[in-house]
């Protein structure tokens, strides 16, 4: 299978806000800023050897929740490379899937060791394997920028009060569950699609369990079953 060079990962984010990414080669300097366990990554010149180490960083209780994206890691995964990003602080491991229509999605996965001291409120109501991502295997996993179909940085992981620039605000319409509504100040937002639809999770649900946004309804939902929808949605167009 061709590799993804830097004319093609430039061409596969075409469609991001921010553009401007550049594959780093191998070399003392790349080393030096990057997780010493993506120096395979670095270094290898065979696609099939890049996706092998990327995804041995992979913790399998995390894609036990969303075994459809954990599917397409495994059968539409073309290339992973070490990028730089122009809105990201840090490098990436930039994970590029063909699509079902053929075309190719990005999704950056940032460096770990940018969580130290970023933990979000109420992380620990969050399922054991997706906190344990986020803190060794990938510090924010999405495409098109910090938040979309994916897991949201940590700094982006914000109430929903805050993302309705509405602080002092508590309460919604559009809640039909038996549970009391859990509030948007204790609505922590996990992904979601510009406004319009999000996924959100809340100390306040049970265990395993998260809120999905599509405007204008809320909803619970089980939190892998939702967040794999989300995550898989650019696959599916």
Same mark, same amino acid.
């Not at 490379?81 to 930039?94: I, Q």
């Not at 495409?143 to 309705?164: H, V």
């Given at each position: 299978?061709?590799?993804?060079?830097?004319?093609?990962?430039?061409?596969?984010?075409?469609?991001?806000?921010?553009?401007?990414?550049?594959?780093?080669?191998?070399?003392?300097?790349?080393?030096?800023?990057?997780?010493?366990?993506?120096?395979?990554?670095?270094?290898?010149?065979?696609?099939?050897?890049?996706?092998?180490?990327?995804?041995?960083?992979?913790?399998?209780?995390?894609?036990?929740?969303?075994?459809?994206?954990?599917?397409?890691?495994?059968?539409?995964?073309?290339?992973?490379?070490?990028?730089?990003?122009?809105?990201?602080?840090?490098?990436?491991?930039?994970?590029?899937?063909?699509?079902?229509?053929?075309?190719?999605?990005?999704?950056?996965?940032?460096?770990?060791?940018?969580?130290?001291?970023?933990?979000?409120?109420?992380?620990?109501?969050?399922?054991?394997?997706?906190?344990?991502?986020?803190?060794?295997?990938?510090?924010?996993?999405?495409?098109?920028? %910090? =938040? $979309?179909?994916?897991?949201?940085? /940590?700094?982006?992981?914000?109430?929903? &009060?805050?993302?309705?620039?509405? #602080? *002092?605000?508590?309460?919604?319409?559009?809640?039909?569950?038996?549970?009391?509504?859990?509030?948007?100040?204790?609505?922590?937002?996990?992904?979601?699609?510009? %406004? =319009? $639809?999000?996924?959100?999770?809340? /100390?306040?649900?049970?265990?395993?369990? &998260?809120?999905?946004?599509?405007? #204008? *309804?809320?909803?619970?939902?089980?939190?892998?079953?939702?967040?794999?929808?989300?995550?898989?949605?650019?696959?599916?167009?």
């Amino acid at each position: 299978m061709a590799e993804i060079d830097q004319q093609a990962l430039t061409a596969a984010v075409d469609d991001w806000l921010v553009k401007d990414v550049t594959i780093l080669e191998p070399s003392s300097q790349t080393r030096a800023i990057i997780p010493e366990n993506w120096w395979p990554v670095a270094e290898s010149t065979d696609p099939e050897e890049r996706k092998h180490a990327a995804l041995a960083l992979w913790n399998a209780d995390f894609l036990a929740l969303i075994p459809r994206y954990a599917h397409a890691l495994q059968t539409s995964l073309v290339d992973v490379r070490v990028a730089r990003h122009g809105h990201l602080t840090t490098a990436s491991l930039d994970y590029v899937l063909r699509t079902d229509e053929g075309g190719l999605c990005v999704w950056a996965g940032e460096d770990p060791r940018t969580f130290d001291n970023a933990e979000p409120p109420f992380f620990a109501a969050l399922p054991t394997p997706v906190q344990t991502f986020l803190r060794q295997v990938h510090a924010g996993y999405t495409t098109f920028d %910090d =938040e $979309t179909y994916g897991l949201a940085t /940590p700094a982006n992981m914000t109430t929903l &009060a805050a993302r309705w620039g509405d #602080p *002092d605000t508590n309460e919604i319409i559009e809640w039909f569950e038996d549970l009391p509504f859990p509030g948007t100040q204790r609505l922590m937002f996990v992904t979601g699609v510009n %406004d =319009e $639809t999000a996924l959100y999770f809340s /100390p306040d649900l049970p265990a395993g369990q &998260a809120i999905t946004y599509y405007e #204008p *309804d809320f909803e619970i939902a089980p939190f892998g079953e939702a967040l794999d929808d989300f995550i898989t949605r650019p696959l599916d167009n």
